[in-house]
């Protein structure tokens, strides 16, 4: 389902909380994100209460979406946070995040990111190269740090039900270590003397379809870290899944957490959730520019595009695509498109939609996750608005204004160098 207690039609409009999309979207210029804070509120205490079984310690995802008002709402409501770069540390820290509570995760951490992340006393290291322990270590060492403590990502070489874009658990991908160079990490933690490995971290995919995976990947978690008492904490990473369309249905995030539990009994649990708390939170508003009929297409060309959300282009994922007020003109097949200068630039293609007209506005519906946070200036273009409509439902705030030219030229410089 794509509507939900907080983005909804009614009359013929397309509401966030208590207030008329539109009446939002003409204070602004588009494209132009909307989160509802409630929803992303409920969205929170829904997995919190349904992971309430295990324990589970919810680490929000800062990478899905970093909306400094969106991060406040969550650290408020006392979500830890899983950072990715020292970047989002630096982000999240800035909006009230507590360093002890932030999860450090990355298949590639520079020794300077590893450096800030120890001096501002991250919680956790989530690793996932030998070379990084060494690097950590030495960091810790020097800083006087005693022990860090540390979580290795473990690569469960299992296919996890989702977009091949979007696994990261097979054998062959990137991520994570495998149970070889697991075990020969832990029979040589002595050699890392400022580090606490007590953790092992599971990521392997996001959009996950069901939990025969996940299943999979735990009974080896567990074979793997039984002979190390030291190991208490298993991090179940992200990747619960969200409905883009409005006749798809998830598994029940219920049954997921009884079918998990016997296998994580007698372990902390962390869980690194990001889209399945923003995602349907969030909507990006757009003006249809032109209309252009050929080759036996319509083709609604809008102001938004590949560079607010990729998401189409990257993993031909697909959003459903509203009109804030309802025309009454009926139904046509169309190409929604942007006025980006790449072919891939659809944001919608061979979908039914009402019919539009220069200048009415619609409503790319799921946004919230992977959205502005994948946005970029291609083609000099300036990244979006994002207004949120705050906790009570009836007020609402810009809580980042709309890039400027001047944002586009700002790093420029001339220095010369010598070599
Ligand atoms: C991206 C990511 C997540 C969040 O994934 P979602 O599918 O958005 O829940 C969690 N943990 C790690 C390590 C990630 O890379």
Redo the contacts with the bound molecule.
């Keep these: 389902m794509i509507f939900n207690n907080s983005i909804r039609v009614v009359d013929a409009a397309l509401m966030i909380d208590d207030l008329p999309v539109y009446a939002i979207a003409r204070e602004l210029e588009t494209p132009v994100y909307v989160y509802s804070l409630k929803r992303i509120q409920e969205n929170y205490r829904r997995l919190k209460a349904a992971f309430a079984p295990v324990g589970a310690r919810l680490h929000y995802?800062a990478?899905?979406n970093s909306n400094a008002a969106i991060l406040r709402t969550l650290i408020d409501k006392g979500a830890g946070i899983?950072a990715?770069s020292g970047g989002e540390i630096a982000r999240t820290l800035r909006a009230g995040a507590a360093a002890q509570d932030i999860v450090f995760?990355g298949v590639g951490k520079t020794v300077a990111e590893i450096g800030y992340a120890i001096e501002r006393g991250i919680g956790w290291f989530?690793v996932e190269n030998e070379l990084e322990l060494q690097y950590i270590n030495e960091a810790a060492s020097s800083i006087g740090t005693e022990k860090v403590q540390v979580a290795l990502r473990f690569n469960p070489e299992v296919r996890a039900d989702t977009h091949p874009q979007i696994s990261?658990g097979h054998g062959g991908a990137k991520f994570g270590l495998t149970a070889a160079a697991i075990g020969k990490a832990l029979a040589g933690a002595e050699r890392y003397p400022n580090l606490s490995i007590c953790g092992v971290h599971l990521?392997i995919g996001?959009?996950l379809g069901d939990s025969a995976a996940t299943l999979q990947a735990l009974a080896k978690t567990r074979q793997l870290i039984k002979p190390y008492p030291n190991i208490h904490t298993i991090n179940l990473?992200?990747?619960?899944p969200v409905a883009y369309r409005q006749d798809q249905s998830i598994p029940s995030l219920e049954e997921l957490v009884s079918e998990i539990a016997p296998h994580v009994h007698g372990y902390q649990v962390l869980l690194?959730?990001?889209?399945?708390i923003v995602a349907d939170a969030g909507i990006l508003v757009a003006t249809v520019l032109y209309v252009k009929e050929q080759a036996g297409k319509i083709f609604y060309i809008i102001d938004a595009s590949m560079t607010e959300l990729i998401r189409p282009a990257l993993y031909g994922a697909q959003h459903e695509i509203v009109p804030l007020t309802q025309p009454d003109d009926g139904w046509v097949v169309a190409q929604v498109v942007g006025p980006v200068c790449e072919s891939t630039d659809v944001l919608a293609s061979d979908r039914e939609i009402a019919r539009l007209q220069v200048g009415d506005r619609v409503a790319i519906m799921t946004a919230g996750?992977y959205g502005m946070a994948m946005a970029s200036n291609y083609n000099s273009r300036l990244r979006p608005a994002e207004a949120v409509v705050a906790v009570d439902g009836d007020s609402w705030s810009v809580s980042r204004r709309r890039e400027t030219i001047g944002d586009l030229l700002y790093a420029n410089v001339s220095e010369s160098r010598k070599v």
């Design positions: 995802s990478k899905a899983d990715v995760a989530n990261t990521h996001s959009q990473g992200g990747g619960l690194e959730p990001g889209r399945a996750a």
